[in-house]
T-cell receptor, first 115, second 114 residues
């Protein structure tokens, strides 16, 4: 029972390099999210996708792009990495329907360092 | 503005010493309040959902309660394996939030000393 799978688990980049973080869920959830977690800042929403074919900005979208490839997969791209993007990135998914209040399910994160 | 604040930031307890973690929230309409446990190097793991004031949920040594302004996570006779960071999140209904966004507190880092 995989749940939410994130790849890679660790990555080191140089300033200006680009990369894509991958996320896949096998729970047939319609909504997916990307967060970053920094010390003392908690989890901050970067982008989310309420359903296949839609994406919306969260609290800290600058410097990132996302693609909802299909119902299962939601990727996060850094076009030109900056040291300020050094963080731990978490993907989450949930099945939102009407006024449902189900919890999000999280992957184990990608630890990204930008030098 | 929807907001979630957790206290204390860090808590050290002796094994068996009970205590409580606090999560205060400001939202125009609460759809759900969630508690998660996060171990080092791992993603948050769901513990409880609370929907309305007065509600309580229990799991082993943990008990979560909810009022109109805050939630408490009570830890009774903790063990070293309860050491983790505990996160609180709110799903809100408001003009600016259709219920698709969740707001997280910064967490309480709990250390239980044998």
């Amino acid at each position: 029972n995989a749940g939410v799978t994130q790849t890679p688990k660790f990555q080191v980049l140089k300033t200006g390099q680009s990369m894509t973080l991958q996320c896949a869920q096998d729970m047939n959830h319609n909504s997916m999210y990307w967060y970053r977690q920094d010390p003392g800042m908690g989890l901050r929403l970067i982008y989310y996708s309420a359903s296949e074919g839609t994406t919306d900005k969260g609290e800290v979208p600058n410097g990132y792009n996302v693609s909802r490839l299909n119902k299962r997969e939601f990727s996060l791209r850094l076009e030109s990495a900056a040291p300020s993007q050094t963080s731990v990135y978490f993907c989450a998914s949930i099945h939102l329907k009407g006024r449902s209040n189900q919890p999000q399910h999280f992957g184990d994160g990608t630890r990204l360092s930008i030098l | 503005e929807d907001q979630v604040t957790q206290s204390p930031e860090a808590l050290r307890l002796q094994e068996g010493e009970s205590s409580s973690l606090n999560c205060s929230y400001t939202v125009s309409g609460l759809r759900g309040l969630f508690w998660y446990r996060q171990d080092p190097g791992k993603g948050p793991e769901f513990l409880f959902t609370l929907y309305s004031a007065g509600e309580e949920k229990e799991k082993e040594r943990l008990k979560a309660t909810l009022t109109k302004k805050e939630s408490f996570l009570h830890i009774t006779a903790p063990k070293p394996e309860d050491s983790a960071t505990y996160l609180c999140a709110v799903q809100a209904d408001s003009i600016t939030n259709t219920g698709n966004q969740f707001y997280f507190g910064t967490g309480t880092s709990l250390t239980v000393i044998p």
